[in-house]
């Protein structure tokens, strides 16, 4: 058989793949989020992410120092709110000495040079569970986005490298711009969740941080997963209202939608992993149906092909640990 090309020559041993792989996953890659509670040696497993934790503070600095210690460079805060802070106007999320305002100076304190992105949205503060306030059943609009201002602003006084709006109100990423603008902020990042979907994948997420919607669900502000083109309009009107980074979320139910915005903007591109995600391949694995260490390995090179630059996944620590 005469053959002007044979592709399999590139593929024949792990020198040569290797040498011509277009996709590399290090551990610079990685944003690892993490779970913050009140209390002191605390560590507990979430049931439905198994090898998962929330942690008190003064653990998640042992956390932090070993991620450090392993190359990893960001870490996305993420607290749990005692219950008697809640409320409907999530005031809590501004308190300057709220567990993620000490969270962000005691991690900066800790190891100065790791990037300490942080959450924005009302969900972990809200008495309904609700990125926004809620009024005669509705999550409205511009009310949130004052409150959003308010803690984006106390996390960037507490030290916050990026503020990362998580909840998916019109217009808060061009006011946060103006109000870090207004207040001499010019150093602090915004990583905007841009295309975030309504997604069922959130699930084991809101059993981490007890942040489950009390009522409906939260599909009058997270995006429609039928829609793609909507993904592009929302994100670039991030990109024109002051984002640095833009973000995807989920991911692997995702990736078109991630390629599709890669192709469409000019900041980092980043995708979030979630814990839904991380639990499909922890309890497939348990069974012994899939092998976990290539899943996480496969699933996350298939998210930087996909076309983000970064990513924010639970396996941050054990992908480094299999990158070797
Ligand atoms: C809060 C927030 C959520 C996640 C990140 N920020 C939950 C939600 O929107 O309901 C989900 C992350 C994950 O599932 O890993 N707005």
Known sequence: MYLQRRNRILRTNASIRNLVAETILTPADFIAPLFIDEGQHVIFEIPSMPGYYRRSLDETIK????????????????????????????????????????????????????????????????????????????????????????MSLSHAKAGADFVAPSDMM???????????????FTKTGIMSYSAKYASCFYGPFRDALDSAPGFGDKKTYQMDYANRIEAIKETLMDVEEGADIVMVKPAMAYLDIIREVKNSVTVP???????????????ASKMGWLNEE??????????????????????AKDAVKLLG
């Open 269 to 283: 591109v980043s995708a979030y992993h979630v814990s839904g995600e991380y639990a499909m391949i922890k309890a």
């Open 294 to 315: 290539k899943a996480i390995i496969e699933s996350l090179t298939s998210i930087k092909r996909a076309g983000a630059d970064l990513i924010a996944t639970y396996f």
């Open 170 to 184: 019109d217009g808060r990423i061009g006011a946060i711009r103006k109000v870090l603008e207004e207040n001499n």
């Open 63 to 150: 956390e932090v120092k070993e991620l450090w210690s392993m190359g990893i460079r960001s870490v996305l805060l993420f607290v749990k709110a005692a219950d008697d802070t809640k409320d409907n106007t999530g005031k809590e999320s501004w308190n300057p000495d709220g567990l993620m305002q000490r969270s962000i100076k005691a991690i900066k304190d800790a190891v100065p040079e790791m990037l300490v992105m942080t959450d924005v949205a009302l969900d972990p503060y809200s008495s309904y569970g609700h990125d926004g306030i809620v009024e005669n059943g509705e999550i409205v609009n511009d009310p949130t986005v004052e409150a959003l201002l308010k």
